[in-house]
């Protein structure tokens, strides 16, 4: 018996029903993988915010710490988002979570399903066999940059990009390790034409490159990339940028596979490892039961593979998800016409039942 400690993070929306969905498929995998779970369910968010008026509270950070791996759902709260001046915001939660766990790179596979490529909006011919792996910074650049703030008429507004080498050089080894046990191609994507960032980027990957000979690096700018992504999706492999343009280009990205329900991510760094959806709370649905909980299960099936080091538990997990794909028990984002669409709980059900 393998026992492991869960942190779950469900946080705001309709993270807690599909956070659900992917503890259904944890539990299953436990019964046939012979895992012990143990779970610490802790606050993030608005709701952490409205319980106790911070949004990563010491406690939860204390969880995550205490855990072998953190499951996330989402954060976000529309209540905030029209206050400009809010003193406290949900998304601060995540960056201070993501700050405090030392989680400087968030993984974010792209590739296709076959039964759902009528639903991306583009042509079938171009995204057939799209697969590439996005390596996203996550502590540092605009997001973390300061000073941030306003002059003191209000009128003017800033935001500092910084990034130093030692945090170029972690993100971009990762970039070409994973290049190195895939198809050996590594675009590193900037604005060195206008960013003095980008170009410490390059400069660094350059004199990382000799260590890394059979890996090709090929350097795009971030303009062009958002076009080539969505043009030629198969000409990239693994892709490794500073955070805001990370968070950017994967968010496109995600029309390749269909839905933003699809894609999961693993946040991994120093300490505990998170594993996340790339969308967001999605608070139209919350409450609704139709929420698409399948990026949450695939993140769990990353947990295994990347947390746990068990590739057999995450392709059981992933078998199942396309099971539902194929037999349409799927949620109404991806449900094909004439095809009634099933509950969050459904798709859960039968995703864990499948396992
Ligand atoms: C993401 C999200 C977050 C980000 C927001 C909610 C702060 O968009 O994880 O991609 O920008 O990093
Ligand atoms: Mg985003």
Not at 8 to 21: C, F, H, K, N, T
Not at 218 to 242: C, G, L, S, W
Request: charged share 20%; aromatic share 8%.
């Amino acid at each position: 018996m393998k026992e492991i400690k869960i942190a779950v993070l469900s946080g705001d929306g309709i993270g807690p029903e599909i956070v659900a969905q992917a503890v259904k498929a944890v539990d299953a995998v436990a019964v046939k993988f012979g895992y012990q779970v143990t779970y610490t369910h802790a606050l993030v968010g608005a709701t952490a915010i409205d319980a106790v008026g911070d949004p990563y509270p010491e406690e939860t950070h204390e969880v995550c710490m205490a855990a072998d791996a953190v499951l996330f759902g989402a954060i976000g709260d529309p209540r905030f988002d029209n206050m400009p001046n809010a003193k406290v915001r949900p998304e601060q939660g995540l960056l201070a979570m993501r700050k405090k766990l030392g989680l400087y790179a968030n993984l974010r596979p792209v590739n296709t399903f076959e039964t759902l490529l009528h639903r991306s909006p583009l042509r079938y011919d171009l995204v057939e066999g799209a697969d590439f792996l996005c390596v996203r910074e996550l502590t540092g650049g605009l997001y973390f940059g300061r000073p941030q703030g306003r002059s003191e008429d209000g009128n003017t507004a800033y935001d500092t990009c910084v990034y130093t080498r030692t945090e170029i050089e972690r993100i971009c080894r990762l970039g070409f390790e994973y290049a190195t046990k895939r198809r050996k191609k590594l675009t590193v994507v900037d604005k060195a034409n206008v960013l003095a960032t980008s170009r410490l980027w390059r400069e660094t990957v350059q004199a990382m490159a000799p260590s890394y000979p059979d890996v090709e690096v090929e350097y795009m700018f971030v303009d062009n990339a958002a076009m080539k992504i969505i043009q030629q999706p198969r000409h990239f492999d693994v892709v490794v940028t500073e955070n805001m343009f990370g968070d950017i280009l994967t968010d496109e990205a995600s029309v390749i596979t269909g839905s933003l329900g699809l894609l999961p991510s693993a946040s991994i760094g120093t300490g505990t490892s998170l594993f996340e959806p790339i969308h967001g709370s999605y608070p139209q649905a919350a409450g609704k039961n139709i929420a698409n909980p399948i990026a949450t299960i695939l993140s769990a099936a990353m947990m295994f593979e990347y947390a746990f080091s068990d590739m057999e538990a995450g392709a059981a997990i992933r078998r199942a998800v396309d099971l539902s794909i194929a037999q349409n028990v799927v949620t109404e984002d991806i449900a094909p016409a004439g095809v009634t669409p099933r509950s969050t709980t459904e798709v859960g059900d039968f995703i864990a039942a499948n396992i």
